[in-house]
T-cell receptor, first 117, second 112 residues
Framework: GAVVSQHPSRVICKSGTSVKIECRSL??????MFWYRQFPKQSLMLMAT?????????EQGVEKDKFLINHASLTLSTLTVTSAHPEDSSFYIC?????????????FGPGTRLTVL | EDKVVQSPLSLVVHEGDTVTLNCSYE??????LLWYKQEKKAPTFLFML????IEKKSGRLSSILDKKELFSILNITATQTGDSAIYLC????????????FGKGTSLLVTP
């Protein structure tokens, strides 16, 4: 299957700082990328949908000014957690869709474990 | 509001057993249902189902969809300890682009 990378895999930061997470599709062009977060023992919750060259669409309850998403190219999307607080500590996972109506399969990155002290 | 309900939430079996995981759903505009396996990190894709009654098979895993009764099952035969993982069912609504709506998952533990 297609490969999606995420960087960093783990980050620890102080409260009030900003953290940027990168998501790259390595062997295909991703017209759409998705950002999810997962709390311990819970399922993945969609945060936002990111289309290349346009503004991200955020799910209800997700603050767009806090979770900045940039999808500057067909292979890269970034999520910046601004002014992070301990409650933002979570597992953040991106996924990429190659486009086209023939498949709904998304390929997931390995995730980023964010810990805010 | 769309719903995805998985059962059981957790399951412990012995190696060699066969397991059936369930996923029922409610959706306004069904497009597809997907199964993923999640071990320590991100989910890995197993199956995508769009049509009723057509079994998808990959090795010891198989899955089928019933669009009339609104459910899908994932079967694993001759389980191995490496099958221990969380199995996630996700729904795609035609009105939501390609976004995945996940169930809570079934945590499977296969003991030696």
């Amino acid at each position: 299957g297609a490969v999606v990378s995420q960087h960093p895999s783990r980050v620890i930061c102080k409260s009030g700082t900003s953290v940027k997470i990168e998501c790259r599709s390595l062997d295909f062009q991703a017209t759409t990328m998705f950002w999810y977060r997962q709390f311990p023992k819970q399922s993945l919750m969609l945060m936002a949908t990111s289309n290349e060259g346009s503004k991200a669409t955020y799910e209800q309850g997700v603050e767009k000014d806090k979770f900045l998403i940039n999808h500057a190219s067909l292979t890269l999307s970034t999520l910046t957690v601004t002014s992070a607080h301990p409650e933002d500590s979570s597992f953040y996972i991106c996924s990429a869709h190659s486009g086209g109506s023939s498949t709904d399969t998304q390929y997931f990155g390995p995730g980023t474990r964010l810990t805010v002290l | 509001e769309d719903k995805v309900v998985q059962s059981p939430l957790s399951l412990v079996v012995h190696e060699g057993d066969t397991v059936t995981l369930n996923c029922s759903y409610e959706v306004t505009n069904f497009r597809s249902l997907l199964w993923y396996k999640q071990e320590k990190k991100a989910p890995t894709f197993l199956f995508m189902l769009t049509s009723s009654g057509i079994e998808k098979k990959s090795g010891r895993l198989s899955s089928i969809l019933d669009k009339k009764e609104l459910f899908s099952i994932l079967n694993i035969t001759a389980t191995q300890t490496g099958d221990s993982a969380i199995y996630l069912c996700a729904l795609v609504n035609s009105n939501s682009g390609y976004a995945l709506n996940f169930g809570k998952g079934t945590s499977l533990l296969v003991t030696p």
